[in-house]
C-alpha cells in the first residue's frame, strides 16, 4: 500500500504566503517520512469563508522540496480548461519533477464555476473525454491534427513532451455509480470521493 497526502481549500482571512510556508512544512515532514505522493485539489470562486491554492503552480513550487514524490491532481477541472493548455502545463510539471506526475481530472459540479467561465454544465462529460483525447495526443504525437464538437487543432505539434512515456497516468474523479462505470473509457484509475463513506 502507498501513502499520499492532499492539499485543498483553507480559510480565506488567512496569509496565502503562510498558508504556502505551512504547506511546503507538511510536504517535507511527509517525504522525510516515506509519503509517496501529494495531491492539490481544484475549485475556483471558493469565497467569502475559503480559498484554494491552484494546483500547477502550487505543485511546481512542491517539485524541488520533494525530489522523487509524485505530484498529482485531485482533482483538475478538465471541462473549464482548453486541452492545448493543460497538456503542456501537465507536460512541463511532468519534467520538473522527474517524470512523477499523476493527472488526476474531474468533470465538476458547481454552477458557479461553469457560469463564470461561460460553459455550459451539460457539456462537462462531452468536453472532459474530447479534452483528454487531445490531450494524449498533443504528448504522443506530431503534428496533430484533431476537429472535435469543442477543439479544433490542424498539424500543430507540442512540445515538451512529458518525461513519461508514453504519458503520465490519468485518474479520473467520479463519485456515482454512472460516473465510475465509465472511468475505464477515458482513464487509468479511479480516484474515489470522500464525500462517500459506504459502497453504493
Not at 505551512?22 to 517520512?33: G, I
Not at 509517496?36 to 471558493?46: G, I, P
Not at 478538465?78 to 517524470?99: C, F, K, Q, R, W
Amino acid at each position: 500500500m502507498r501513502f499520499g497526502i492532499e492539499f485543498g481549500s483553507y480559510p480565506a482571512d488567512l496569509d496565502p504566503a503562510e498558508v504556502c510556508e505551512q504547506v511546503s512544512l507538511r510536504a517535507q515532514v511527509a517525504y522525510k517520512n516515506n509519503f509517496e505522493a501529494l495531491f492539490v485539489a481544484q475549485h475556483y470562486l471558493t469565497g467569502p469563508d475559503a480559498a484554494i491554492l491552484q494546483s500547477i503552480p502550487l505543485l511546481a513550487y512542491l517539485a524541488g522540496q520533494v525530489p522523487g514524490m509524485y505530484l498529482g491532481t485531485s482533482i483538475f477541472l478538465l471541462p473549464l480548461h482548453h486541452p492545448v493548455m493543460v497538456a503542456e502545463y501537465i507536460a512541463t510539471l511532468d519534467n520538473l519533477s522527474g517524470g512523477k506526475v499523476l493527472f488526476g481530472v474531474g468533470q465538476g459540479y458547481r454552477d458557479n464555476e461553469f457560469n463564470s467561465f461561460g460553459i455550459d454544465k451539460r457539456e462537462r462529460r462531452g468536453r472532459l473525454v474530447e479534452g483528454l483525447e487531445v490531450i494524449r495526443k498533443l504528448w504522443t504525437g506530431d503534428p496533430v491534427t484533431f476537429h472535435g464538437q469543442f477543439f479544433n487543432l490542424d498539424k500543430v505539434i507540442s512540445a515538451p513532451k512529458p518525461r513519461q512515456r508514453p504519458a503520465p497516468p490519468i485518474l479520473m474523479g467520479a463519485d456515482t455509480v454512472k460516473t465510475v462505470a465509465k472511468v475505464p473509457e477515458v482513464a487509468d484509475h479511479w480516484i474515489a470521493s470522500r464525500r462517500h463513506t459506504k459502497t453504493f
